[in-house]
């Protein structure tokens, strides 16, 4: 069982930033594809930004191009994702998840998963 775990997560104004990390000690996030994904109550789970492998390539959901940032840094093993001028149905908990193989945007591709941060943003 791999141990992802995401921090940042928090309640901000709309307009606000938060800036998301995700580390693991037992998956070496170079090797695999990453992505962030949001799940709001009563919704399915839904891909927000991802990295390909090694950094290939970034790719982000239409709602949050240009608000929001994916990165990696591959030393430290820990995925970021910047989130600039917050909106209130932003709010979810997120989750950093990995996959091998080909890079996708499905949820049901990624084998490892952390436990969430919840993002919280006021009107």
């Known amino acids: 069982q791999a141990h992802m775990v995401e921090s940042g997560g928090g309640l901000v104004q709309a307009g606000d930033s938060l800036r998301l990390s995700c580390t693991a000690s037992d998956v070496p996030f170079s090797q695999y594809h990453m992505g962030w994904f949001s799940q709001a109550p009563g919704k399915e789970r839904a891909f927000v930004a991802g990295?390909?492998?090694?950094?290939?390539?970034?790719h982000y959901a239409d709602s949050v191009k240009e608000r929001f940032t994916v990165s990696a840094d591959y030393a430290a093993n820990t995925l970021y994702l910047e989130m600039t001028n917050l909106k209130p149905e932003d709010s979810a908990v997120y989750y950093c998840?990995?996959?091998?193989?080909?890079?996708?945007?499905?949820?049901?591709?990624?084998?490892?998963w952390g436990r969430g941060t919840q993002v919280t943003v006021s009107s």
């Open positions: 998840a990995a996959r091998d193989g080909y890079w996708g945007t499905n949820a049901k591709w990624y084998g490892y």
């Open positions: 990295i390909a492998r090694a950094g290939e390539n970034t």
